[in-house]
């Protein structure tokens, strides 16, 4: 089955077991839902964000992308010539992913961020816009993208506290993590491969505490990638995990007492759910 017929098969499955936060009851999850999906605040932000966004999608570059996610990580890069525009259209978060990743942030207010996959820089531009304060390191296997992201970075004045780390994630993930310490939020969308995904949340574990929060992107692209989710959702460690289709997070607060999973829809997705039908 193709990427794209698994994930549109996904969603419907999703869909159909979705609750909005209605059904949400303890506070922790409630507060994170809202922000994440009910927040209707439009910021400046997104409409700098879009117009590099815009930018790219005009742009007549091509690139050469050295590519570590199509194997193991440490493995020879498959080099690519990519055109920018497909980069921004296609390999980025999207706006709506974006708006979300924002409005974590803005109310998880982090300290210290760190993203496995930085691509353009659009997830990365969303996350310091609302985490300004934050010390922001991203990692990315090309010098290429990192390269367009850095300037994208520049153009909107983000560029300050966000250091882009360019090589294999086996290589910068490590110097990384021991560098920040603790970690706040970690957003992981880069190598979207089960055996990759559990190894890098493996590796960022030990610097997690409480009020930390992952993100793991691309849930449904792939067969391997639900099953990583799965798997994760079995670990005892994780609390809290809200899966909303395009992004999950999680939570390993030990003070969350009985783990909970939700599967959660905006309230106008699933309107009659707000009356209890
Ligand atoms: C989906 S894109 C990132 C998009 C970006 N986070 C956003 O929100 O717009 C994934 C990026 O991860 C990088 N990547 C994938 N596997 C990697 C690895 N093993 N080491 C380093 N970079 C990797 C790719 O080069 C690609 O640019």
């Known amino acids: 089955m193709s990427n794209t017929l698994y ?3 996904s969603f419907f499955r999703f869909y159909l077991r979705a609750i909005t936060r209605f059904q949400v009851h303890a506070p922790h999850a409630y507060e994170i839902t809202s922000a994440l999906l009910e927040d209707k605040r439009r910021y400046y932000a997104f409409r700098d964000v879009e117009a590099v966004r815009r930018k790219m999608l005009d742009s007549p570059v091509v690139v050469e992308q050295e590519d570590f996610g199509v194997g193991n990580d440490g493995g ?35 300290a ?22 934050a010390r922001i390191i991203t990692l990315e296997g090309s010098a290429a993208c990192a390269h367009v992201a850095h300037t994208n970075l520049e153009i909107l004045g983000l560029d300050k506290n966000v250091q882009i780390r360019t090589g294999p994630f086996s290589h910068t993930l490590g110097p990384a993590l021991r560098e920040l310490g603790k970690v706040d939020l970690v957003f992981i969308d880069g190598h979207h491969q089960q055996k990759a995904v559990l190894e890098y949340m493996e590796q960022c574990r030990p610097f997690l505490h409480a009020g930390s ?7 449904y ?31 390993f607060n030990p003070d969350i007492r009985v783990s909970q999973q939700y599967r959660l829809v905006p309230v106008r997705w699933k309107p009659w759910k707000q009356w209890g039908l």
Do not use: C, H
Request: no cysteine; proline share 4%; glycine share 8%.
């Open 221 to 251: 692209w792939s067969a391997g990638m639900t099953s990583a989710w799965e798997q994760l959702l079995q670990e005892p460690s994780v609390r809290l995990a809200l899966d909303v289709f395009e992004l999950g997070v999680l939570s």
């Open 7 to 9: 994930t549109i098969k």
């Open 213 to 219: 929060l992952v993100v793991l992107d691309n849930l």
């Open 112 to 133: 210290r961020v760190l993203e496995l996959g930085t691509g353009v820089g659009i997830g990365t531009l969303y996350l310091a816009a609302a985490a300004r304060n």
């Open 76 to 110: 020879a890069a498959m080099v690519r010539k990519v055109p920018v525009r497909q980069l921004a259209r296609i390999a980025s978060s999207s706006p709506r992913q974006g708006r979300m990743l924002f409005r974590l942030a803005q109310w998880l207010k982090p």
